[in-house]
């Protein structure tokens, strides 16, 4: 078995492990760590061997494996060439044991290290964006009922499902239905078999097979298609080993010949499939498609704030004329007691990996955060129109301005927010002159999962206080709303449960929540037992 040479760089070790190694115990090891760490011990029994204290669900025990570093091992894996060399040259990773597992990581993390000297005064504050794009949504998650009902209600419906059907054969019900069925089943053993029988859903005919050929890829065929993703993302510059596009939430289910068993690493990822990865299947849609959604995701956002908060009268946006052209009020407004009290421009769009992970996202994903800059523009304009009597609306004395987002663009980055508030100026400048600084509110960035978490545990006055700290006080700034509503507004309220029931989407939700494999699964996700 040959040595390593003593300078050889971490990142040439940790390839040429990976390379040695069959991709097949890669995966094996990766879902075996990742089953213990999540409340499946008895489904990783034998699979690996490991101290007790691996068993945990604990962020801060030093034997928890963060899941986006595993998530890091198998993209290398899938993209790094495989060397025909003898076996009595290669000194492969024993999968079999945790210590090994162990070793892998710290490779990796000596990857990311290295990868980190690279950095300038110039780009530090931009890594903080990267770093939380890779991290946060593996703490938030996607094995929630929010999550589903959201998108279900988004893009499941209409236009958006007629289009889904007519492109892959399938419902959007019964595709998530499917992916579903896959995820219960992948999280209960590492390989499985096709599902046949009965299943704890009505399925129209072909169904769990469509879905399958959406979700999942043959093993060399993943290798071959993950590698040309790399390449086209990474447009001829080298991409750090942390920011390698991960195949697996394209294709979450990865097939092996010659018996075609297969292995979800994540199986949750099944579920971002069906729920985010919508999008991407309608991102060629008409026009009308991607219209309509929008339109949904502004009636879902004035949906839950009332919901959640009844006080509060959110309003669609209104049209009016201005210099002979149709204009619009920003798409929610907020009263209470006939006052507005805050303002929400919606954008659906979903983020690029350019968007998330490039060295300068709002260069190299301009068109997309331009957008950001035009909601900003939208709602300086709305209150530049009520203060010159363009229009007349009733504002409160504080009134928050919130560009509000199916998915969190601008996350940790007070660079990003600044560079995203100047480009509106660029706009405001060119389009309302008459614009004066009193009317250049601050805007808040916010997502929806964002807000819904923030007015569970509010009252109308928290969320208020929660805008007004957030847009006033420079302590604030680049911080997440969630976070500032903890630091500005201590007090503790009781949580409240998600208003909304996917089974008034999606029946076949009841029916396994009523048979109980909902109900179960829903429980795993929240580390709780029967």
Excluded at 116 to 136: P, V
Excluded at 292 to 317: C, K, V
Excluded at 323 to 352: H, Q, W, Y
Excluded at 461 to 479: K, P, S, V
Aim: charge should be neutral.
């Amino acid at each position: 078995m040959h040595a390593y040479h003593p300078k050889a760089k971490p990142i040439e070790v940790l390839l040429r492990r990976l390379s040695d190694t069959d991709d097949r115990r890669v995966l094996l090891m990766v879902w075996a760590i990742h089953a213990l760490q999540s409340n499946r011990v008895a489904q990783a029994k034998g699979l690996i061997r490991h101290p007790v204290e691996v068993e945990t669900t604990d962020m801060e025990s030093k034997y928890m494996a963060y899941k986006w570093e595993m998530e890091s091992i198998i993209t290398l894996t899938l993209n790094m060439r495989k060397d025909v060399v003898p076996d009595f040259m290669k000194k492969p990773i024993n999968t079999t044991e945790f210590s090994d597992f162990a070793d892998t990581i710290n490779l990796l993390k000596a990857v990311e290290q290295q990868d980190s000297k690279k950095l300038t005064g110039d780009t530090i504050m931009r890594e903080f964006h990267r770093i939380a794009h890779r991290q946060f949504p593996w703490q938030t998650g996607w094995e929630n009922v929010a999550n589903i009902y959201r998108h279900a209600f988004i893009y499941g419906q209409g236009q958006c499902a007629d289009y889904f059907g007519k492109t892959h054969g399938l419902t959007v019900q019964d595709f998530m239905a499917c992916c579903f069925c896959l995820y219960v089943q992948t999280q209960q053993a590492a390989w499985n078999v096709p599902l046949a029988g009965k299943l704890p859903v009505e399925l129209a005919e072909g169904a769990m097979e469509k879905t399958m050929g959406m979700v999942s890829a043959e093993l060399w065929t993943a290798r071959r298609e993950s590698f040309e993703l790399y390449k086209k993302l990474a447009a001829g510059n080298a991409i750090p080993a942390a920011y390698h596009p991960s195949y697996l939430r394209v294709r979450p289910i990865i097939r092996a010949a010659p018996r075609n068993h297969y292995i979800a690493p994540f199986p949750e990822f099944l579920l971002l499939r069906s729920t985010v990865g919508l999008y991407f299947d309608l991102i060629a849609a008409p026009t009308g498609v991607m219209n309509e959604a929008r339109s949904r995701f502004e009636g879902y956002a004035r949906n839950t704030i009332r919901a959640y908060l009844p006080e509060f009268d959110p309003q669609p946006a209104q049209p009016y004329t201005y210099k002979n052209n149709p204009a619009e009020t920003p798409d929610v407004l907020m009263l209470r007691d006939g006052e507005i009290v805050a303002v929400f421009e919606c954008k659906a769009t979903k983020l690029s990996f350019q968007a998330q992970y490039a060295n300068d996202p709002a260069a190299d994903a301009k068109s997309q955060y331009d957008q950001i800059a035009n909601a900003v523009f939208q709602l300086w304009r709305f209150f530049s129109h009520v203060r010159r009597g363009i229009i007349q609306h009733q504002l409160a004395e504080e009134v928050a301005a919130v560009v509000l987002t199916m998915e969190p663009w601008t996350q940790t980055s007070a660079e990003l927010r600044t560079a995203m508030i100047a480009e509106a100026e660029k706009i405001a400048g060119q389009k309302e002159p008459e614009m004066t600084a009193a009317d250049k509110r601050t805007p808040l960035f916010v997502s929806i999962h964002e807000l819904e978490n923030v007015m569970s545990r509010s009252t109308g006055d928290d969320l208020l206080e929660t805008f007004r700290a957030a847009a006033h006080e420079n302590q604030f700034n680049g911080w997440s709303i969630r976070e500032v509503r903890t630091a500005a507004v201590p007090d503790v309220r009781q949580v409240k449960k998600y208003p909304f029931e996917p089974g008034d989407l999606l029946p076949w939700w009841k029916d396994t929540y009523d048979k109980g494999v909902a109900k179960r699964a829903a429980k795993s996700a929240a580390g709780e037992k029967d």
